[in-house]
């Protein structure tokens, strides 16, 4: 039976070739690009899930509260806490710290290079996280002072691939030297944290970082099982009043520690000072509704078509009914028939995935393999995908056509083309809406980006080039010299240092800041410039002087309109004293002058307070570029970086790239977004021309015969583009509504955002409608020109 019945299947496609072409091709497509969101949505739902024991690996988060001030949430925590944990708390069983060494320059022989992600860490850390050795042995290799583990490309960018590291030696920019006890495998990319190079923390002084007050350190502890973050968090309240409270309850601030997860980082963090960038569990809800609608969508194709041409299998149907098949038999007929659609849909999409996964890797920021389409849990739920296509689109058209009547369909008593249009019509609404609503959203995520790359931001980020960070304090030394020549260069318009630059990670200090009611403590945002610092990044000052010299040392600040607000200081800023907490010896730093407010981080962040030190060496230097040849300009700054630091490559970035690289992962994701709103809108517009194409021909001898009676084009084509244009209204009053309620709720993300204007409603209303039209009046006067004759012969 099973045999007939895919036999049957099959006569059933070649017969109707365009619209089993049309149903394969929106089912290929609803399949293969549901496929890459449902890849990108398991690697985001997987990261950290690699580690033995994950589940009882928990980071130790900072929550800290000033009195008038919303809660902060750092992802760091002071260094004793560490030891502190251990020690405290028996459920603890190890407590592994990690300290952020920052860009390094090691030098192999006559090789120097760069290396990213270098970290001191304790000489347990491999016994929390547990990676693959390829050499050297995890309980050891970080036990003595001077010693490494590098990972795999690490080990192969500064030794080759020579596959032999241990007891090789690597020195780093200070002249101090370390030898390599151990190689890991890469950490995988599907992780929170990401190290290149390990160095032990017994390198460290002695009394590194012995100072409950400073926080920059990542902590994490493995939990014994059985204990639950919500407990331990709760457990470590007194962790305060132990080694916190003498520090910090002076300055009315309240600090607890919180244990998260780390398998609920990457998705569920709402901290500051992350290693890495995160995801958003908001977009793991959107790119599956948006997987499940694109294959709704294709669904709704097939069951729209196979409904609509359900008189042409009536005869088939009734003369089935009368030779003795029963209604369980023509069921399981037309789902064999979906779900045979579907398989041919998935086996064309498997090759579709091939050929597109590289660029879908490149657009997500993401390291998929093909081979990942034949594990065990992606083959479930392919199978899964084409149960799903095949079932739901099949089903209605199944019950619908085996209920004939054979008497009643052997009479020809049932019309053609009346096979259920109200349904049809419903799932075309539903079709139109869903397109609307995505298109709505990407026209709001287009605008919201676009604006947050071309806010005014308070500063000129154009053609500002960062050089690499120097970091040993004898070299700094040169950094005069060096702006100087830079002054000279033709090519330069501004050359200035500091130890941080807006996008950058900057210290957070506390102080006492002077107020009409005395001084105040608070923490504020503080790095030191230079004074061309506001020159080169295009900073006005609105009142008081820029910095004037080595006459500012130690002495003068400037701070920014925010801070002034703050304190209520109003006009009277200039003269305004800053002084360290708690000291008494008479020393302060003297406000000079204010600066307008600039966007220091991101536009997710609104204007914080910010103080500016002088200093005028500083370990990051930046050059204004006049534009035109850049590379020209960047050769000759090239030439003088090397007769200056001969010793240390030069790097470079440019800051506009910096700053909009905190919009990265929205920016992946918005092109995620835009790219499967398109295909979403491709599928339905398959479906319309499929549905279109079989109403004209319905209605063929109906526009011969206005034809014939003097009816001209322009009379004919408003018969069949009015419902469809009523069916475009319809989708609006869904469509509108629902996509305001999520994008507004979307939008209060950000403090800077473009508002919800009425620009995204119209241009999706007009898009919809602009294709149906073009698609309705395409085939209707593809009919009205047609030769009546042909269609009324037989009447």
Known sequence: MVKNLLLVALRNFKKDKWYSLLNILGLTIGITFGMFLIFYIKDELSFDKHFPNAERIFRINSIIKEADRDTMRWAIAPFPAGPALANDYPEVEEAVRFVNSGRTMFKNGGTRLYEEKVFFADSNVFRVFQCRFIEGNPQTALQEPNTLVLSESSAIKFFGNNKKYLGKTLENVNGKLYKVTGVIKDIPKNSHFLF?????????????????????????????????????????????DKYLASIFT???????????????????????????????????????????????????NYMNLTTARSARRAKEIGIRKVTGSNKTQLVLQFLIESTLTAFVALLISIGLIAIFLPMFNNIAGKFISFWTLFKPDTILILLAVVLFVGLVGGSYPAFYLSKFNPVSVLKGSLS????????????????????????????????????????????????????????DRNIRSSVLSFKNEMRKNPNVISASTSNGVPGSGISFNLFSVETKDGYVDKGVDVYSADEDYLKTLGIKIVKGRNFSGLADTLHSILVNEKLAKEFGWGENSLGKRVKFPGDTSGNFL??????????????????????LVYSPNSNLIQLKLRGGDISSAIAGIETTWKNTFPDIPFQYTFLDQDFDSQYAADQKRGKIFTAFSVLTILITCLGLLGLIAFTTEQRQKEISIRKVLGASVGEIIPLVTKNFVLLVGLSCIIAFPVAAYFMSKWLKIFPYNTGLGISPFVLSLLAVLSITLLTVIFHTIKAALANPVSSLRSE
């Not at 997860?261 to 569990?281: F, W």
Request: aromatic residues 12%; charged residues 15%.
């Open 196 to 240: 290149n190079i390990l160095a032990s923390r017994n390198t460290l002084p002695a009394d590194f970082g012995n100072n409950w007050g400073s926080f920059d350190f990542y902590t994490y502890v493995l939990l014994k099982p059985g204990t639950s973050a919500a407990a331990f968090t709760n457990k470590m309240k007194p962790m305060y």
């Open 250 to 300: 002076q300055y009315n601030i309240k600090i607890r520690f919180e244990a998260q997860p780390i398998t609920s980082i990457h998705l569920h963090s709402t901290t500051v000072n992350e290693p890495e960038e995160v995801g958003s569990m908001s977009y793991i809800y959107i790119f599956s509704a948006v997987a499940f609608f694109m294959l709704l969508i294709a669904c709704i």
């Open 416 to 471: 053609k083309g009346s096979s259920n249009v109200n349904l049809r019509r419903t799932l075309v609404v539903i079709q139109f809406s869903i397109s609307m609503i995505m298109l709505i959203c990407t026209w709001v995520v287009y605008g919201q980006l676009n604006y947050l790359r071309n806010k005014d931001l308070g500063f000129d980020k154009s053609h500002v080039l960062t050089a690499s960070a120097i970091t």
């Open 590 to 611: 003297e406000v000079i002058g204010v600066v307008r407010d600039f966007n220091q981080k991101s536009l997710y962040n609104e204007i914080a307070p910010l103080i």
